[in-house]
């Protein structure tokens, strides 16, 4: 049975939402941490929320418009005064290209269980290598704080950074795997996302998503 086009929006504007609000929160508590880490949570994370509104569609495009969605909440933050461009204007180009990184890994391997582990590493390597290629279109200034200024970063960026990313990634697809063949309740999101005033919810979710995007 094909699933209504305005379901598919509910889980896209649902599942944007959260990414924008875990972006516009935690990932602004990272940003405040002395040592570099976001690295750890940020691609995992944006993984996991494109990863479930492919799950609840099985529309690959729905993981591309879910990341358009995210991207563009953390653009509200240009209306900040005083933030630096390239705080903003990065993270949303990854928004995007995790996004485009992701599709492709739906649409390449599909429902190949068996391929876990090629989709954890495909999706971990590729959306670097997008933003490596997006970097030497940057400024100067922008560049001259990238990983392509310095050959170790850039082999943390791309070596280590890939691996822990990708196990990360791998350990969540089994996981959720073998929990979703162990039960086969209607789970409380899908009654959620039945629910006719599911609407009303999305919308305040989306509100206080912009509202601490701006405020944070």
């Not at 068996?114 to 390597?125: E, H, I, R, S």
């Amino acid at each position: 049975m094909t699933m209504k086009k305005s379901r598919i929006m509910l889980h896209i504007l649902f599942w944007g939402a959260l990414w924008g609000l875990f972006e516009a929160t935690a990932g602004y508590l990272l940003h405040l941490l002395p040592a570099n880490i976001g690295w750890v949570v940020w691609f995992p994370a944006a993984f996991i929320f494109m990863e479930r509104v492919y799950n609840k569609t099985g529309k690959p495009y729905a993981v591309l418009l879910v990341a358009l969605f995210a991207s563009s909440v953390k653009l509200l933050n240009l209306f900040m005064p005083g933030i630096r461009i390239d705080r903003v204007l990065n993270p949303a180009i990854s928004i995007l290209l995790e996004g485009i990184t992701v599709f492709s890994v739906f649409l390449i391997f599909k429902n190949s269980w068996d391929k876990t582990a090629a989709k954890a590493v495909y999706a971990a390597v590729i959306w670097r290598g997008l933003y490596l290629a997006y970097l030497l279109f940057v400024p100067q200034w922008m560049f001259d704080i990238s990983p392509l200024a310095d050959a170790s970063r850039l082999i943390s960026f791309l070596v280590m950074e890939s691996f822990i990313n990708a196990v990360t990634v791998f350990t969540y697809l089994k996981l959720f795997k073998c929990i979703e063949k162990r039960s086969d309740k209607v789970s409380v999101y899908d009654k959620l996302i039945a629910n006719k005033s599911v609407p009303v919810f999305i919308l305040a979710l989306i509100i206080l998503d912009v509202a601490a995007t701006l405020l944070l």
